[in-house]
Each structure stands twice: as structure tokens, then as C-alpha cells.
T-cell receptor, first 112, second 113 residues
């Protein structure tokens, strides 16, 4: 069965303390992996799309990487404003159309 | 412009009411989605319109009814909801199907009393 698993579930960092979030997937024939950031009570904000193993994307303090089994979201020198839930998603073909499978998310808290 | 606009932002309704949620995008996207999200859970797909063809998540109760008047607009009609339907309802769109990134609206916070 296709699955997307994120770890850790929650992460507390001091400001400036770099770390990585993990997104593992078991989807045959991967057709992309997406990262989102979600603030409480708001819709997810698109961050990155990765399509092939070895691909990397960067935006400010965030860097996303992809292997054949997992993706990492590296956060370098985080600031309190980076506190949010980070979600990854992959597309799966089911019932005649593609749907996104979301991981359960990593809740990140960056302390000043 | 990657904006998806949802109205209203907040909605309180009784269990006998009928209401509608609205969503609009002007990015020329051909797929639009309704998601339901409970606290500390990921978004859960309810409905997909891809090239104006509806795909249903069979676990969604019939008290939720989607409508896609045209490729830019998506509605979710609500009738006889239950308190457990209280959640954040999210609309999203993507250029093609789910193999392209989706852009989400800010959501409608629905409370059923």
C-alpha cells in the first residue's frame, strides 16, 4: 500500500540550530514529491517540487533533497518565524485520477 | 499569481442549515480539490474535479455536495451537517492533475452547532 511517513512528529530547535525533517515514501513510480508549510488555521503554502532522485531545491533557509526512498527538508540557522507544520505529499493514481497522499507532518517550533 | 480565494473565512451553522463554501482561482488550472482538515491531522481529500470531471472519495457523506460551475470556480454545498463535520475546509488547484503542485486557499473554518 502506498504510504508517506514523516519524522519526527514534532521538533523543537533553538534559533540558529540547524536540523533536517524526513519524508519517507513507498509509492511505486514516483511522479513528484511536494513540500508545504502550514501555519495554524491557514492553508498549506507550497514550498518545493522534486521529481527525480538527486534533485535539490533551495529557498532562503530551506533546502529540499530527494532520494529513491525519501526526501529531506534541511533547515539552516532557523528563525522563530520558521515555526510551522511542514507537510510532504506525493501523487497516487486511484479511481481514474491522481490524488495527493499527505504525510502526517512535522510540527516545528523554533525558540528565540 | 498563485492565489486561490476561499469565502467565507469563518462559518457557523446549525445542523438544519444549508450553506455553501466558495473557491475561485484565475491561474488557468484544470484540477480543483476540496479537502477537510482536523486539528493536528493532514488534509483529507473529499473531491477532485479534473478537467471538470468529478472524482469522489467514497467515504464522504452525501451531506457534502460539490459543484464546479466552470474551470475557475468550485463550490461545496453543505446540508444537515453534524458537529463532527466542524473542521478547516481547504480548496486547492493544480495546473494539471496531482502530478503537479497544488496551491491552497486560506481555508474556511466551519463550526457546526
Amino acid at each position: 500500500e502506498d504510504q508517506v511517513t514523516q519524522s519526527p512528529e514534532a521538533l523543537r530547535l533553538q534559533e540558529g540550530e540547524s536540523s533536517s525533517l524526513n519524508c519517507s515514501y513507498t509509492v511505486s513510480g514516483l511522479r513528484g514529491l511536494f513540500w508545504y508549510r502550514q501555519d495554524p488555521g491557514k492553508g498549506p503554502e507550497f514550498l518545493f517540487t522534486l521529481y527525480s532522485a538527486g534533485e535539490e531545491k533551495e529557498k532562503e533557509r530551506l533546502k529540499a533533497t530527494l532520494t529513491k526512498k525519501e526526501s529531506f527538508l534541511h533547515i539552516t540557522a532557523p528563525k522563530p518565524e520558521d515555526s510551522a507544520t511542514y507537510l510532504c505529499a506525493v501523487p497516487r493514481f486511484s479511481s481514474g485520477t491522481y490524488k495527493y497522499i499527505f504525510g502526517t507532518g512535522t510540527r516545528l517550533k523554533v525558540l528565540a | 499569481d498563485t492565489e486561490v480565494t476561499q469565502t467565507p473565512k469563518h462559518l457557523v451553522m446549525g445542523m438544519t442549515n444549508k450553506k455553501s463554501l466558495k473557491c475561485e482561482q484565475h491561474m488557468g488550472h484544470r484540477a480543483m480539490y476540496w479537502y477537510k482538515q482536523k486539528a493536528k491531522k493532514p488534509p483529507e481529500l473529499m473531491f477532485v474535479y479534473s478537467y471538470e470531471k468529478l472524482s469522489i472519495n467514497e467515504s464522504v457523506p452525501s451531506r457534502f455536495s460539490p459543484e464546479c460551475p466552470n474551470s475557475s470556480l468550485l463550490n461545496l454545498h453543505l446540508h444537515a451537517l453534524q458537529p463532527e463535520d466542524s473542521a478547516l475546509y481547504l480548496c486547492a488547484s493544480s495546473q494539471e492533475g496531482a502530478w503537479t503542485e497544488a496551491f491552497f486557499g486560506q481555508g474556511t473554518r466551519l463550526t457546526v452547532v
